[in-house]
């Protein structure tokens, strides 16, 4: 080989690129040539890559984008590049020398990797990965190959020849990768590439791990295209035996076909392991992994291995004493709920009570017994010719049972029999029977007062009704409250004339009974409110009624444009404030730069709903745009220029 024109250069029988003294060629290829050196300096190994003089001009500009993206990537979890230089028309990188096995040959040589130590190598895996996506790069070719295990149990990335910012250029021009590896949006150019196609990448790392089998083959066809796109790969169930829930889980979301769908971020990932791994001590987990890296076949023997053991047989210990815990628990209780206590433990001091009355028309009703509540009944507890009944059991002697609705109570008390003095075969429950006769219903009085929800202070209207008012005063009120009255919604104050003008006598509400109303078409100058269905159940005994209702106006447009991202928004000098929701169709009070943005050609767009009223808008407290009461639907636009903003209004 001409050492001149591959770079090198000879000094005292020494070798050396550069400043590196070349120790041994530790590979060759189609690319170029990479050699283990030293450096001068740190005097420690370094790998240095030769790109092949002969190589076109896209494969040096991998070779020079590698270098780029590895000298602006620090982390524990990558590799490390110290130096990127040309000698002699030959183009080389330096990088850190990380002595061990790829994760290829490992899983070539082990075939599976145990679960929890595959979860460990994805955990350090993601958090190098993750770290690259922060500083905005997507690798696009995660694979075993470019995961590196060294001697001290150390997992590194490497090989970031085809990575990408992504939030700079995310689109594709060319279809790039290791086929087996590739995310489904991967083979289309018209789809942009984000950090999701490392996550489905480092997925099948996971899937290859824990199975030995890659679950795609590795070559471009229309064939594996297919599959990716609809998903079909075998379940880690057909390789592994009862694969644990959180396995299957991460695979699950890791491999999905739509991007949208995987975990969005690596840091949930992380999250996830992290609490799985939580249980035990990272130098054994790291030193079970150096076993990888050098091929001891003591691996099962490993403190953390053997950890891993001892807690699956604890957790399954604990579930078995569960399971036992559970069912003796589940006897107990049917013992007590069915009442076989009492019925076979104490049947000569409790008896059996069953507790019977018409509610008639109560709306609803409080059962005590002995002054002690017991039960509320409602509609749904009675037969349908509104029947009450119950079973209870009781110390023998003298009880009080009570119904008791509003301010009227019903109330009677009886000796009650020990089971044992029942007989076998006699009525096996002794009746306590309460009659409630039929109320007459009295005529109720209505006071309505409606709010703003936006300005609990603000008192919208009000409507009041008293029997001593004479019926033509009703008219006066507006139309937009209404009532329903044969399927139909009338204007209240139509409802009430009618009636006392028809027979004075009548009453348009009565206790006992209910009532649905309507506000439709309300509004306060330029302020419109959305309509309000509410009812009313009045109860036996009430013959004087409050309610008060919010109503919800209907909120301003306000969109805020800008070419800047993140900024406060300041509203009448507060950064918070009432904010709707068109979804949900509410207001919540809320911080106002938390409203979701949107992108598009270099501008971002905010539109916040907000309650109606005079306002001023700033960002910075000094310059602020004013926006009247009546101006619904209304543009804010804010520029970020030479470290000022200029704010401006404009018309929707």
Not at 294 to 308: E, L
Not at 552 to 562: D, F, K, N, R
Request: net charge positive.
């Amino acid at each position: 080989m001409d050492n001149k024109k591959a770079g090198l250069k000879q000094s005292n029988k020494k070798v050396f690129i550069g400043k590196y003294e070349v120790k041994k060629v530790i590979g060759k290829g189609g690319m170029g040539q990479v050699f283990l050196g030293m450096h001068p300096t740190l005097k420690i190994p370094v790998v240095l890559k030769k790109l092949t003089n002969s190589r076109s001009k896209l494969d040096k500009e991998r070779f020079k984008n590698e270098a780029a993206v590895m000298l602006s990537l620090t982390n524990e979890n990558l590799v490390r590049c110290y130096d990127h230089f040309d000698i002699n028309n030959s183009t080389f990188i330096s990088m850190e020398y990380v002595k061990g096995k790829s994760l290829a040959d490992i899983i070539d040589k082990e075939k599976k990797i145990p679960i929890p130590l595959a979860m460990y190598i994805l955990y350090q895996a993601a958090k190098g990965i993750h770290f690259a996506h922060l500083k905005k790069i997507v690798h696009r070719d995660i694979k075993p190959h470019n995961i590196l295990i060294s001697d001290e149990g150390d997992v590194k990335i490497t090989d970031f020849g085809i990575a990408k910012e992504v939030y700079n250029d995310a689109s594709q021009t060319e279809i790039i990768g290791t086929p087996a590896y590739m995310a489904p949006e991967q083979f289309d150019l018209t789809q942009n590439i984000t950090r999701a196609a490392d996550i489905y990448a480092l997925g099948i790392v996971f899937y290859e791990m824990i199975t030995g089998i890659r679950p795609f083959e590795n070559r471009f066809s229309k064939d594996l295209i297919d599959k990716k796109k609809k998903r079909k790969y075998p379940p880690i169930d057909k390789h592994i035996k009862f694969p644990p829930s959180i396995v299957k889980s991460i695979i699950n979301k890791m491999m999905n076909k739509n991007p949208e769908k995987r975990f969005k971020s690596l840091l949930e990932l992380i999250k996830i392991i992290g609490n799985y791994l939580k249980p035990y001590n990272n130098y054994e987990m790291k030193a079970a992994v150096r076993s990888l890296a050098i091929n001891d076949r003591a691996i099962d023997k490993t403190s953390f291995m053997v950890s891993v053991r001892d807690r699956e047989k604890s957790n399954f210990n604990k579930f078995i004493a569960s399971v036992i815990f559970l069912f003796i628990a589940g006897l107990v209780s049917i013992f007590i709920y069915t009442n076989s206590f009492y019925e076979l433990i104490f049947p000569d001091y409790y008896g059996r009570v069953k507790v019977k009355f018409n509610i008639a028309n109560l709306h609803e009703a409080v059962l005590e017994i002995d002054d002690k509540i017991v039960d509320v009944i409602k509609s749904k507890k009675l037969d349908k010719n509104g029947n009450y009944s119950k079973v209870f059991y009781l110390p023998k002697g003298g009880h009080s049972f009570s119904v008791t609705s509003g301010s009227y109570k019903n109330k009677r008390s009886e000796i009650i029999k020990p089971i044992t003095r029942r007989g076998m075969y006699q009525n096996i429950y002794e009746d306590v029977f309460i009659p409630i006769s039929e109320f007459s219903k009295k005529e109720v009085s209505v006071y309505f007062r409606f709010w703003d929800i936006t300005n609990k202070r603000r008192l919208l209207s009000y409507f009041d009704y008293t029997p001593s008012n004479k019926p033509e005063v009703y008219l006066l009120n507006k139309s937009d409250l209404k009532i329903l009255v044969n399927n139909e919604y009338i204007p209240l104050k139509n409802y009430i004339y009618n009636i006392k003008t028809r027979d004075s006598n009548d009453a348009p509400f009565y206790s006992g009974e209910s009532y649905v109303f309507r506000v439709d078409g309300f509004s306060i100058g330029n302020v419109y409110y959305y309509r309000l269905d509410f009812e009313i159940s009045f109860g036996m005994f009430d013959q004087v009624f409050v309610l008060h209702n919010n109503m919800i106006p209907a909120p301003a447009i306000v969109e805020i444009t800008s070419n800047v991202r993140n900024f406060d928004i300041y509203i009448n000098d507060s950064r918070y404030g009432y904010v709707f929701d068109s979804i949900e169709g509410r207001y919540s009070y809320s911080r106002y730069n938390r409203v979701r943005s949107s992108f598009n050609n270099k501008i971002y767009k905010k539109v916040i709903l907000l309650p109606p009223d005079n306002r001023t808008i700033s960002v910075d407290k000094k310059n602020k745009i004013s926006i009247g009461l009546d101006e619904t639907r209304v543009g804010i636009n804010i520029t970020r220029k030479d470290g000022k903003y200029i704010i401006q209004k404009y018309k929707l």
